[in-house]
């Protein structure tokens, strides 16, 4: 199985770009709509690194992230998150929590590669 | 004409006229005995007469001599101390020991003015009762004045500075000194005050002002002359007692230069950012209309329309994000935040306790300045704290701030595992106390531009987390020059005279007028030979009172080294000027401090050389007034008197502090102190207005000249 990466976010159009635009860059992307949804995934196929929004109805981004982090089983996951703010406090807080990153929305398409690349790299450095 | 002849003169005529007459009675005896007796006789006549009339002169001579040492002078002396003890109140030894074969004239004297003194003494104390209670109301006053974040001025209409508190020369101090009698209009520009004033009087006029909701008062906006500075503040014009008409205004305002500069850069990105939106997310709705239904697009066409796709989102993304900056700010601008020391916020959070449990808290970390506001900081800590220790089970917190490059943290730890953020945000979206206004804690989050998180930091132990800004004031504030200002200055004067034209000053009183009295100190005593000044000081004098508050005091940089012989006079090292401005720039800045009052020194003329030397190559012009201290002792007490600034302070029993005497400060004051005491003196010899103390100078100048040409 090749590079694994979990795209979560309510915005359908969202994860349907993002999953098309890292497809295409060989990743193997599954997608999930929601905080509860991911975390069934993250449970039945463990990806390498899951691209998380933070704000998302029910439980948020910082939250799943912080599951992931509390799990010892899916420790594995490296986690980049999606904000909306560039707030030096939001970032702080997201690497507080665990993520390997934080990424303002918007981005481009070239930015979320290097992000999830990098997030790769710190992946295989854990590992 | 005769009154006007000295009383030694006088007595010096007397005599000769004794031994004139004696003289004469003698030949004229000699004459009619030579005519009796005979020729023959004329030899004996001749020398006994003359040395009769010998023996007559010399004794008159003599006596005159005795008298005009024992009499005379005494009388003239006496006088004199007579005259400064009523007038100047000094209080010497008078007559002293010439005056000893007067009798009980200078005994007498004495006594008098004893009394004199004495009976001022009584009066003094009664004024001084008296005005005990208006001068506690007055400090008061002060004291509200000084304390206030506003500046305040009280100005006649001409503009003239009658009273201003602290808060106003540190605002105005960026574009002059500022002081009494002053027109503000050196200050600022004349344009909104002169329209205010005028709107005011039509108000006031016409009678509106009763029904007016503002009254007599109204909103300026004022540009300083320099510093390019923004006041904005109320002016209120004040009535004559009978409330007939306007005889000045009020004004108290506020440096508003930053918030208006952040209000204009607000406005302007709202419009930019606004319009610049518009225009782009039409590019994007264009090209994406070109792109759905554009199944017949050249390739140029859809290239160029991909590129539109590609690029505007990114500089849209980009004009969020300021705007995003700005509304943040606008969030915290509306909240009272300050600068809050550390320790502070700590120790009111641990005496916060509000749900009463028995917690103990120990402050960890280093002291910071943080910005924020402290209240509902400190109930948003109050509350997790609370929170946690129910979560965690624990009444034993660490509680501290940590520095991180540009902003600080709040750390709250305790032995145990982290909240999880799930149940942070709960907490944070709980309503907080009544105390701040029903928010919660989110709102106070997102006023402060920050979060809050809770992580494990290992040995099990977990803490909540709290950034917040630094006070960058504390951090970054530039060194100001501080204004040096006594307790008790002068900061107000409400009789000073209405607006004194160059034209005719020379027939304003003396007392009225606005003085700067100075002193330089300088390398040595010829400009000529490249001598510099290393030290200028002035002291305002106004109507009368030497205004302690506001004095120009500067060590000056020589630009060459100071011998040592002059250092031994007033003590200034080369080191003491190493960080000094150089003339170019003192001078002009004392020429403003001068302004259009009149300068006194004490030998003017060597002071004025060292300034009328340099003050081209500074573009300044002295070209006012000046006076002379010595040249109007010297009218007073005449020439044989010593008229070193020592000696009259001596004699007006100025104090000048041993360390103070030859600074150019100490001496600027005790000349000041002596110039009071002189202009009530002059005032005594018919010496009223600036003209007659020209007048007086100028023959006082003349003799000197005379005398000089003599030797």
Same mark, same amino acid.
């Not at chain 2, 009494?180 to 027109?183: F, K, Q």
């Not at chain 2, 007490?637 to 008197?641: A, S």
């Given at each position: 199985m090749g590079k694994s990466v979990l795209v979560v976010d309510d915005e359908d159009i969202i994860t349907l770009g993002l999953s098309n635009l890292l497809g295409r860059q060989g990743y193997s992307v599954s997608s999930a709509s929601s905080g509860g949804e991911a975390l069934a995934i993250i449970e039945a196929m463990r990806p390498d690194v899951v691209v998380l929004?933070?704000?998302? =109805?029910? @439980?948020?981004g910082y939250d799943i992230c912080e599951a992931i982090k509390r799990n010892p089983d899916w420790r594995g996951s490296r986690v980049v998150l999606m904000g909306t703010t560039s707030r030096p406090s939001e970032i702080e807080k997201a690497l507080a929590l665990g993520a390997v990153s934080f990424i303002t929305k918007p981005f481009s398409a070239n930015e979320l590669i290097a992000v999830v690349e990098e997030a790769f790299a710190e992946s295989g450095r854990a590992a | 004409m005769i009154e006007k002849w000295s009383l030694r003169l006088r007595i010096f005529l007397f005599f000769a006229l004794i031994g004139i007459g004696a003289v004469a009675a003698v030949a004229g005896g000699a004459y009619f005995a030579a005519a009796r007796i005979g020729p023959e006789a004329i030899p004996h006549l001749v020398l006994t007469s003359g040395g009769a009339a010998f023996a007559i002169l010399g004794l008159v001579t003599w006596v005159w001599l005795k008298f005009d040492d024992n009499v005379a002078r005494p009388i003239m002396s006496i006088s004199r101390d007579v005259r400064a003890a009523v007038h100047a109140d000094a209080q010497g030894d008078? $007559?002293?020991?010439?005056? @000893? %074969?007067?009798g009980f004239l200078a005994p007498a004297v004495r006594e008098v003015t004893g009394a004199l003194k004495e009976a001022r003494t009584e009066v003094e104390a009664a004024v001084e009762a008296a005005t005990k209670e208006a001068s506690r109301q007055t400090r008061r006053l002060e004291a509200v004045l000084r304390d206030l974040r506003q500046g305040v001025l009280i100005c006649n209409l001409e503009h003239k500075v009658l009273l201003y508190n602290r808060r106003a020369l540190e605002i105005l101090h960026v574009s002059g000194e500022l002081g009494? $009698? #002053?027109?503000l209009l050196v200050f600022v520009a004349p344009q909104a005050l002169s329209h205010a004033i005028q709107r005011l009087t039509a108000r006031f006029e016409s009678g509106r002002h009763v029904e007016h909701e503002d009254g007599l008062t109204s909103l300026v906006v004022v540009h300083t002359r320099q510093g390019g500075r923004t006041l904005k503040g109320r002016l209120t014009l004040t009535l004559n007692s009978t409330n007939e008409r306007p005889v000045g205004y009020v004004i108290a305002f506020d440096d508003v230069t930053d918030e208006i500069a952040a209000g204009v850069w607000r406005d302007r990105l709202l419009h930019d950012v606004t319009a610049d939106m518009r225009q782009r997310i039409a590019s994007l709705v264009v090209a994406g209309d070109m792109l759905a239904?554009?199944?017949?697009? /050249?390739d140029d066409e859809r290239f160029a329309a991909e590129q539109v796709l590609a690029r505007e989102p990114k500089t849209l993304a980009e004009r969020l994000e300021r705007l995003d900056l700005a509304s943040g700010d606008l969030i915290a601008g509306a909240w009272p935040m300050s600068s809050l020391f550390s320790p502070t916020l700590l120790s009111c959070v641990i005496d916060r306790r509000s749900e009463r449990r028995e917690i103990t808290c120990e402050v960890i970390g280093n002291p910071l300045w943080l910005h924020c506001d402290s209240a509902s900081v400190v109930d948003l800590v109050d509350r997790i704290m609370n929170r946690v220790a129910v979560h965690a089970g624990v009444d034993c917190f660490q509680i501290g701030g940590t520095r991180s490059d540009d902003h600080a943290f709040i750390d709250l730890i305790w032995a145990g595992k982290a909240v999880p953020i799930a149940t942070l945000d709960e907490w944070l979206g709980e309503p907080l106390d009544e $105390?701040? $206004? /029903?928010?919660s804690g989110h709102d106070v989050l997102s006023r402060h531009k920050t979060d809050m998180w809770s992580e494990d930091i290992g040995n099990d132990r977990a803490r909540v987390r709290l950034p917040l800004g630094l006070a960058e004031d504390y951090y970054d504030r530039p060194e100001k020059s501080q204004v #040096?200002? =006594?307790? @008790?200055?002068?900061? %107000?004067?409400?009789d000073l005279a209405a607006s004194i034209d160059r034209a005719t000053?020379?027939?304003?009183p003396l007392k009225a007028l606005t003085f700067v009295v100075f002193d330089t100190e300088t390398t040595g005593l010829e400009p000529a030979r490249g001598d510099k000044v290393i030290s200028i000081a002035g002291a305002r004098v106004v109507n009368g009172r030497m205004?302690?508050?506001e004095v120009f005091n500067t060590f000056v940089h020589p630009g060459r080294t100071i011998p040592a012989a002059s250092t031994k006079i007033h003590g200034i090292t080369d080191a003491m000027v190493a960080g000094a401005d150089a003339i170019e720039e003192v001078l002009p800045r004392f020429h403003e401090f001068v302004g259009d009052a009149v300068l006194v020194a004490h030998n003017a003329a060597f002071d004025m050389k060292f300034v009328t030397m340099s003050q081209d190559a500074c573009g300044v012009k002295f070209d006012g007034p000046v006076l002379d201290t010595v040249l109007l002792a010297a009218h007073v007490?005449?020439?044989?008197?010593s008229l070193t600034l020592d000696a009259l302070a001596d004699r007006f029993e100025v104090v000048i502090a041993d360390e103070d005497r030859h600074t150019a400060l100490g001496d600027a004051l005790a000349t000041a102190e002596v110039l009071l005491r002189l202009i009530s003196l002059l005032d005594g010899v018919g010496v009223r207005t600036l003209r007659d103390a020209f007048e007086v100078s100028e023959a006082q100048a003349a003799i000197r000249r005379k005398q000089k040409k003599a030797y």
């Open positions: 929004d933070v704000l998302m =109805p029910g @439980r948020d | 008078i $007559g002293g020991d010439a005056a @000893r %074969y007067l009494l $009698g #002053r027109s239904h554009g199944g017949d697009l /050249s $105390g701040v $206004g /029903s928010v #040096r200002i =006594p307790e @008790r200055a002068e900061f %107000y004067d409400f000053i020379n027939d304003v205004l302690r508050g007490f005449g020439d044989t008197e």
